[in-house]
């Protein structure tokens, strides 16, 4: 692995959970993870996450605690196989191992364009089942940085993509 550009979501159970960008450009064109359970102490050998593909790009990971059992996980980073476009935000509701298409596609066909990104928690709206995400990007070869705010249905996780 070209492991660099990670980030480090805390899990519900308290582990860290690695994910990283992989620089090979002949790789599994997917981020890699690695979890340490002791806070950061030793970390657990890479391993590839085939449900988070696209090209060598920066991704953003949070977690959101929603209550001392619940914490899932966000995703935001192009899923484009071919470049930086297709940008979308995906959920995880255990730990990282399965992720859910969450929302529109964030960039456009006609204007397309996923680079670097940012999650943000907003809070919680319908009580609790919907969580609102700030995703600030890259937008393609302009210069500068696109703002949206992204609706999240936590009750939807029922099938994976």
């Known amino acids: 692995y070209a492991p660099n550009e ?57 977690s959101v605690f929603t209550n001392s059992t619940s914490a899932p996980l966000f995703y935001s980073a192009p899923q484009s196989l071919e470049g930086r476009e297709d940008g979308y935000v995906k959920a995880s509701f255990d730990g990282g191992q399965t992720w859910w298409l969450r929302g529109d596609r964030l960039d456009s066909a006609a204007d397309p364009g996923f680079g670097y990104s940012g999650l943000v928690d907003l809070g919680s709206t319908a009580g609790g089942m919907q969580r609102q995400l700030g995703v600030v990007y890259e937008p393609g070869q302009e210069d500068g940085v696109t703002w949206k705010s992204v609706s999240v249905d936590l009750s939807l996780a029922t099938t994976a993509t």
């Open 6 to 62: 990670c980030q480090l979501p805390t899990l519900v159970n308290g582990s860290l959970l690695m994910n990283v960008r992989d620089a090979r450009v002949n790789g599994c064109k997917c981020r890699i993870m690695s979890v340490s359970n002791d806070n950061g102490n030793t970390w657990a050998p890479f391993y590839e996450q085939p449900m988070l593909t696209g090209p060598v790009c920066q991704g953003s990971m949070i």
